[in-house]
């Protein structure tokens, strides 16, 4: 069974740093790509990072660009997503997430998920 | 970045009807689109990816078609389960992005 753990969330004031972290079991974690997703209290799913599965390729949205970095120890099974210079709209419940792939393409679809850690950035 | 744009945002319904959330991206993105439903206080779930591929284990309620720019989620035979919220996502190009969200309320 696929496990994903995340920990690391709390409060945090703004300009602060965090660092997420996701201990996965059940699958061979070096096969897969990750991904953090987040969603704001009351509010849609927001993609935030990618990471292919050696960790050589990462991505980012525009909204964390330069503040976040994702990485992984694949010995470890531990995905982890450090965050600077927070602000208070990267308030949001954040998922570690498991992608699948389909055809030739890298990145499919989330089958998997965490059960999120709450990340609060306020003074 | 490609924009994802859903509507309606919500929609109300009735047990046993059939109901259509489209979903438009601001540049083609061929047919790499996903639908997922999430429930409240739940991680999303995966129902439909790459545009009409039902996931398994969903029910064959659920439907996707599409292709291009306009994209579409059909429930066909609505249950109580289904009035909870979807989300559309293009995995075409990176930056990923996720559609705004469509609330589905029991009328």
């Known amino acids: 069974e696929v496990q994903l753990l995340e920990s690391g969330g709390g409060l945090v004031q703004p300009g602060g740093s965090l660092r997420l972290s996701c201990a996965a079991s059940?699958?061979?974690?070096?096969?897969?790509?990750m991904s953090w997703v987040r969603q704001a209290p009351g509010k849609g799913l927001e993609w935030v990072s990618a990471i292919d599965n050696s960790g050589a390729g990462t991505y980012y949205a525009d909204s964390v660009k330069g503040r976040v970095t994702i990485s992984r120890d694949n010995f470890k099974n531990t995905l982890y997503l450090q965050m600077t210079t927070l602000r208070a709209e990267d308030t949001a419940i954040y998922y570690c997430?498991?992608?699948?792939?389909?055809?030739?393409?890298?990145?499919?679809?989330?089958?998997?998920w965490g059960q999120g850690t709450l990340v609060t950035v306020s003074s | 970045d490609i924009q994802m744009t859903q509507s309606p945002s919500s929609l109300s319904a009735s047990v046993g009807d059939t109901v259509t959330i489209t979903c438009r991206a601001s540049q083609s993105i061929s047919t790499y689109l996903n639908w997922y439903q999430q429930q409240p206080g739940k991680a999303p779930k995966v129902l439909i990816y790459a545009t009409s591929s039902l996931q398994s284990g969903v029910p064959s309620r659920f439907s996707g078609s599409g292709s291009g720019t306009d994209f579409s989620l059909t429930i066909s035979g609505l249950q109580p389960e289904d009035f909870t919220s979807y989300y559309c996502q293009q995995t075409y190009r990176t930056p990923i992005t996720f559609g705004q969200g469509t609330r589905l309320e029991i009328k």
């Open positions: 997430a498991k992608t699948e792939k389909y055809g030739t393409t890298w990145y499919g679809f989330v089958q998997d």
């Open positions: 059940g699958f061979t974690f070096n096969s897969y790509v």
